[in-house]
């Protein structure tokens, strides 16, 4: 990342991007913990799996979860967050925490609560990925290694076949 801050408007836009996610049943499990102290993202480095990912970055959001069975919900609000961020330029990264407890600890989240990820943002270095304006999605579909669509998607039921075969 860059050695520059993030803008408090930027930060705003990423979470309430995060804050119009949809969830099951309306329930909005999540709270946000916006991170740019520089002490507290240093602290938040050694409880998670990939401290590298937190090195340098301008700001975290630590996604807590009210009820922790709300897994597919944190991905969500976490997927909208990380696309809004790349919308304004900003990268981003998700971490997984290592030592759950001794990050909620540091953070104050009650125990009962959990911490299913913790993103990274800053705006890319030089080299790195980032956003473009002339950006083509088909022509980044064909470069990428996934698996051909007619490989994952199946009419009807497992091993049928897709859609206009």
Known sequence: YLPRPIPEEALERIVQAG???????????WRFIVVT???????????VFRPANLEGC????????????AQFDAGRTAQNMML???????????????????????LNIPAEMSIPTV???GYPA????????????????????????QELVFGETYGGSTAGE
């Open 19 to 29: 804050r119009a996610s949809g969830s099951s049943r309306n329930r909005q499990p």
């Open 37 to 47: 102290d520089r002490t507290i993202l240093r602290d938040l480095r050694t409880f």
């Open 58 to 69: 301008a700001a975290a959001v630590v996604v807590v979860l009210t009820n922790p069975r």
């Open 84 to 106: 809004a961020a790349w919308t304004l330029g900003i990268g981003s990264c998700p971490n997984t925490p290592s030592e759950e407890a001794a990050m909620q600890a540091r």
């Open 119 to 121: 993103l990274s943002l």
């Open 126 to 149: 030089p080299g790195e990925p980032r956003p473009r304006a002339d950006a083509d999605p088909a022509a980044k579909l064909g470069r990428i290694n996934r698996l051909p669509l």
